[in-house]
């Protein structure tokens, strides 16, 4: 698969419709986490857009930070995670 810098655009864009459609609109925190979780996976997975793209990033980074900063403010019961296992893999792998 050929990845370049058009795919920055692209993601750019699908953060937009993700932050204010899909994730604004999620019923509940666990919804909420479910979709951001999903979202940061793939943002990981196919990570060209990181390196080849032409500045304006920035404000889409910023927000996915504020973003699981107020998801990971909420308890785990109402994230309907597992304290022993997810909580703790979620706050390890945001460290990296």
């Given at each position: ?39 940061t ?10 390196f ?26 109402t ?18």
């Open positions: 698969m050929m990845l370049d810098t058009s795919v920055s655009y692209g993601i750019r864009d699908s953060f937009d419709d993700f932050k204010t459609r899909r994730y604004a609109k999620a019923k509940s925190w666990q919804d909420k986490f479910d979709l951001l979780f999903a979202y996976y793939n943002l990981n997975e196919y990570d060209v857009w990181m080849d793209h032409e500045g304006d990033m920035d404000g889409m980074v910023s927000d996915l930070v504020k973003m699981w900063k107020a998801l990971l403010k909420k308890d785990d019961q994230l309907g995670v597992d304290p022993e296992l997810t909580r703790p893999g979620i706050e390890v792998q945001g460290e990296s």
